[in-house]
Structure formats: structure tokens, C-alpha cells
């Protein structure tokens, strides 16, 4: 962990400084991207860290974009393309606490939806504001269908819409790279999660534009007789009125609103309707093939003690086997509880296991490579070795320990996640079986 900060520091320390030099922040806003990276990459991971730095490099990328024919508009918002410190927390800060709610429950999928969904809808908000004022035509107010000036709070055009859900879609093509790159933070994440992660982008756009419509704060230039976001002056130099809106109710404010309700969005489709995200699995709860595996630390169905659980410092039961047939060549070991909330949650990975090997002690080191011979891979929380059950309270869960005899060299690449040696072990078990036990808080 201290690695992984020291790196997303390192990781933060640059993007920050380049993004300054470059003036997409300002010295503030350099500051809060230091800060809410290193958060986000130092408790989330690479996955994590990738989602926000799309958000980031194609919103100033396209900030960039025509930025000519968008001088003409900028009297229309409160503030430049300059982001600051309060810009930067409004539109991450939501993420932010997503990864923080990630690391203290690990086992849900439900921060990490939450966070893709709420870059998801600032990303949109951020592309649609910057190419839907490239459009030909003049937007219409969400509210009225009245038509309003390029860069009106509350207007809404087709370009606009399109280039809304081109932003959330980006964010869901890099949630599909982070899974294929084994960096996200479950495996197995069903299609319909990534068609909510795009609808709660899109519908945060639109919230964004009913804000800005109805009650955002909209002042008005009497010098250049125009509605503005600026106050207390306008980019003339004129002191600016509230015309309409709430006055603590600034641009920054709805943008943070629209951040929060991509997340709410996804907490709360995945909280009621868990279908959404792809029931779980039904799963046999008896020895799949010949091996016969036990643990001395509980019965096959009963309890696992406190000691091996989340609740009891996560130290990985003994394990003991018999029954590889003669021509395996390694052993892989899985460990999982299908009855997470949000999809299989993956509580240990090991492999390249002596075939000779006839058990695991108790309290394996939690290092990449296991004394004795064996490689131990990530599990659901992205960290190396063994965690233990930590479910929600409620009713007890399942943990399937899977034992696979294969007929491959144990000279399996290291960092694989489970979906990795899965699909690597496909078409190479030669017996199989498992064991398991139940855990309730």
C-alpha cells in the first residue's frame, strides 16, 4: 500500500505539473489534482487511477478545441478554462469518496460503479458543454424549448446530447480496457453494469442543465444588457445582479450536484435492483472431481472462526488435499464468495503450485511468492495474498475454496486476478474439488 501511494503520488506530482504548465489548472487547482490523485491512485489502484485521468486529459483536451470561436462566450461562464481548486473538487471530489468507500468495503462492486458512474456524468457534462457550443444551431432551454444563446446555463442541443453520451461511453470504453487489462476492481462485471454506468453519465448531464435552468444563480450585465454566471462582475468590467436562481448556487455547486448524482445513481440501481449488475451464479456446494480437499481450522459448510476473517486479522486456513492425478504438473488454489453483494468477489488466488504439494499451512505470508514453491496472485481488492470474509451484515455467506489439478508447467505469470488464471487454466484441469465454509457478521 505504501508502494502503491508513493507511486500514485509520483503519478499525481506529474500530471499536475504538466496540466499547469500547460494552464488547464491554475496553482490551486494543481494543488487539489495532486491531492485527489494521489488519493484515488494510492487507495484505488491503476484501474482507478486510468478512469480519472480520461476524465481529466480528454475534458482539457477538448477545453483546447476551437478555443477561438469560444472566446466569444466566455463572459457566459463564471469562470475560464483555467481549472482551480474548486473546480477540481467539484467535479472529483465525489470520486474521491468513492475509492475511499472502496477501501473500507473492499468486497462491494457497488464504489467502484459509483466512481466510473460519476466520471461518467462530469465527463459528459464537460463534452457536452465544449462541442455542443460548436453546433450550428442555438440550444434550446431544457425547461421551456425556448431557444437561448450558445453557452446559456440550462441549454441543451442534439450536438450537445450526442457529445454527453460520447463522454459517458468513453468512460465505459476505458472500464472495458481496465478489465481486460486485469486492473479492475472485480472480474466478471456483467453488460447491463456498463449500460448503467452510461445512463447515469447521461441523466447526470441533463441534471446539470435542469440546474442550470431553474435554480442555478444567473446574474445580469447591465452594460452589456446579457445573463452571465459571472458575478460580482462581468468579463467588461461592470458589476453583475442576481437575475434568477438561488445566489449560493454557483456553477461550481451544480457541477459537484451533477458528479453526485451519476454515484447516487449507481448506489441506488445497485442497491434495489441488484439484477441490474447480474444475479449471482447458482454454485454447488460439494466436491466437484476426484481431489479431495479439507481444512482442520472448520467442517466442509459450517463457520469459518473469526481468525480467518476480515473481523480476525484475514489469516489464510490451513489447507490439505489428496488425490492429484499423476499427470498434473501444477496446482491452483481460488477462493470466493459468490453471494457478494455486487458479483463474485475473489478472496485468494494462488498458483504454480508443486503438484507434489499435499497442503497449504496455515498464515501464508502475504508476498507474491509463497515459501515452498506457489505464486500468489490479486484478489477482489486488488491487493496480493489472502482476505478474508467480510460481508455486509446480514445473512452468512458462502466462501468456495477451489483446488485445480493442471496439466501446465508451474510457470504462470505473476499479478494474475482470477478471470486471468481462469481463463488461463480453460481446457488445462485435469481434477478438481473444493471446500467450503459459511461467515456472517
Known sequence: MLTQFLLGFLLAVLVSFAAYRAHSLSRSGALAALGLGTVICGLGGWGWAILLLGFFISSSGLSRLARRRKQALDEKFSKGSQRDAEQVLANGGVAGLCVVLNFLWPQSLLPWLAFASTLAAVNADTWATELGVLGKSNPRLITTGKPVERGASGGISL???LAALGGALFIVLLMLAVDMLGLSASHARPYSALLLVTLAGVLGSLFDSLLGASVQAIYFCPSCCKETERHPRHTCGSLTTLARGWP??????VNAACAALGALLALAAGLVFPVLLGPNAPQKEVNMSVISISSPAFRDGDTIPRKFSCDGGSVSPALSWSGIPGGARSLALIADDPDAPMGTFTHWVIYNLPPDLTGLPEGIAKTVQVTGG??????????TGYYGPCPPPGKAHRYFFKLYALDLEPALATGLNAA?????????????GQWMGKYQR
Open 159 to 161: 450536438v450537445g446530447t
Open 248 to 253: 449560493w448556487l454557483n456553477n461550481d455547486w
Open 374 to 383: 506457489g505464486t500468489q496472485g490479486n484478489n477482489g481488492a486488488s491487493q
Open 420 to 432: 486471468k488464471l481462469q481463463q488461463a487454466m480453460q481446457g488445462h484441469i485435469l481434477a478438481q
